[in-house]
């Protein structure tokens, strides 16, 4: 009988206490392995990162200059009376919109009437697209008059478009 109760009291304990230090260590041994393959992967996500930083300045460095909206619209707007001056268009008006936030972002629009034929609306827009500054066109409008047939094809277009910019929220330049 005592041989019983020393086995309850100290030897069963014993037993329960090893398989439980059993299990804690094959947990620690995962995690440790876990831990090891971070460890190795590190330098990958140095460079991905260092990867992102770059795009980003890059892009970044696409933006409209000008640590304001109102600077910004006007170098857009400097941009696109040039743009239309090379392409022989005719830039009616331009009118600046209210600026919309976009993260740290802000995008700075500006709407412009044009009178353009066809091609020159092509050049003007393919100009636009490939500009070294990050520009976008969120609305096109344009209006043809009615065509006869044998007309001639360089009928002057009324183009109304807003063409966007964007700049980095609070950060002079």
């Given at each position: 009988?005592?041989?019983?109760?020393?086995?309850?009291?100290?030897?069963?304990?014993?037993?329960?206490?090893?398989?439980?230090?059993?299990?804690?260590l094959v947990s620690r041994s995962k995690l440790?392995?876990?831990?090891?393959?971070?460890?190795?992967?590190?330098?990958?996500?140095?460079?991905?990162?260092?990867?992102?930083?770059?795009?980003?300045?890059?892009?970044?460095?696409?933006?409209?200059?000008?640590?304001?909206?109102?600077v910004a619209s006007a170098e857009l707007q400097?941009?696109?009376?040039?743009?239309?001056?090379?392409?022989?268009?005719q830039m009616t008006s331009a009118k600046v919109?209210?600026?919309?936030?976009?993260?740290?972002?802000?995008?700075?629009?500006?709407?412009?009437?044009?009178?353009?034929?066809?091609?020159?609306?092509?050049?003007?827009?393919?100009?636009?697209?490939?500009?070294?500054?990050?520009?976008?066109?969120?609305?096109?409008?344009?209006?043809?008059?009615?065509?006869?047939?044998?007309?001639?094809?360089?009928?002057?277009?009324?183009?109304?478009?807003?063409?966007?910019?964007?700049?980095?929220?609070?950060?002079?330049?």
């Amino acid at each position: 009988m005592l041989l019983i109760l020393f086995y309850l009291a100290v030897v069963n304990p014993l037993l329960s206490l090893e398989d439980s230090w059993n299990q804690e260590l094959v947990s620690r041994s995962k995690l440790l392995s876990k831990y090891h393959s971070l460890l190795k992967s590190k330098n990958r996500v140095i460079d991905a990162n260092k990867a992102m930083k770059a795009a980003l300045t890059r892009t970044e460095g696409q933006f409209l200059s000008g640590s304001n909206p109102a600077v910004a619209s006007a170098e857009l707007q400097e941009i696109l009376k040039n743009l239309a001056k090379e392409q022989g268009v005719q830039m009616t008006s331009a009118k600046v919109l209210p600026p919309r936030e976009a993260g740290l972002y802000l995008e700075v629009p500006v709407q412009v009437e044009l009178t353009a034929t066809i091609n020159q609306l092509v050049t003007l827009l393919y100009h636009l697209e490939h500009h070294k500054k990050l520009l976008f066109i969120p609305d096109l409008d344009i209006n043809a008059p009615r065509m006869v047939r044998g007309e001639n094809k360089d009928i002057p277009l009324q183009i109304s478009m807003v063409i966007s910019g964007v700049i980095k929220k609070g950060v002079p330049s």
